[in-house]
T-cell receptor
């Protein structure tokens, strides 16, 4: 099982649609979880952290299920500007491991 | 503007050349990172420095040599690279404590490297 595995995509949705991305991780000791966004030919930027209780930031909702080792990101009322690659990121933490493990990313295109 | 700058933004080099990539962070962070991003592959962590000490080397070939003279600057020295080393090289910084990245990593814009 890959350390961090995401929906392969790509996702093509119309403006206003709701879209959900899923991500699974293999290490049950993982401590921190994030969704990053990467625009074409740009660097990744943090979209939101993912907390155990789930969290919402405007149109974006992140959920964590530790038992199933599963993270999700829901985008409501998609905008053209949401078009990007969404990266699921997991930090195992502990010991001397500073590693943030990135998924391959899921490409989202929002169409007019 | 992310507070992490990288130079050069683009680099073309032959396999016998020696070049260096530079990264500088203005965020007061104590950890800096080099990542490689190739097409259709996830971001690969190459090196981690915490308080100028190298804490992680992810089995990177010796033709890549990092240097961290202080907590704000990070270099990646390149020599005798191969065409498959062509990729986007991203620098990042964060606060870190006891092996845990605190908060987010801030990335620089990257250096797009082409090895001919």
């Amino acid at each position: 099982r890959k350390e961090v595995e995401q929906d392969p995509g790509p996702f093509n949705v119309p403006e206003g649609a709701t879209v959900a991305f899923n991500c699974t991780y293999s290490n049950s000791a993982s401590q921190s979880f994030f969704w990053y966004r990467q625009d074409c030919r740009k660097e990744p930027k943090l979209l939101m952290s993912v907390y155990s209780s789930g969290n919402e930031d405007g149109r974006f909702t992140a959920q964590l299920n530790r038992a199933s080792q599963y993270i999700s990101l829901l985008i409501r009322d998609s905008k053209l500007s949401d078009s990007a690659t969404y990266l699921c990121v997991v930090n195992i933490g502990g010991g001397s491991n500073y590693k943030l493990t990135f998924g391959k990313g899921t490409l989202l295109t929002v169409n007019p | 503007e992310t507070g992490v700058t990288q130079t050069p933004r683009h680099l073309v080099m032959g396999m016998t050349n020696k070049k260096s990539l530079k990264c500088e962070q203005h965020l007061g962070h104590n950890a800096m990172y080099w990542y490689k991003q190739s097409a259709k592959k996830p971001l690969e962590l190459m090196f981690v420095y915490n308080f100028k000490e190298q804490t992680e080397n992810n089995s990177v070939p010796s033709r890549f040599s990092p240097e961290c003279p202080n907590s704000s600057h990070l270099f990646l020295h390149l020599h005798t690279l191969q065409p498959e080393d062509s990729a986007l090289y991203l620098c990042a910084s964060s606060q870190a404590l006891a092996g845990v990245v605190l908060g987010e990593q801030y990335f620089g814009p990257g250096t797009r490297l082409t090895v001919t």
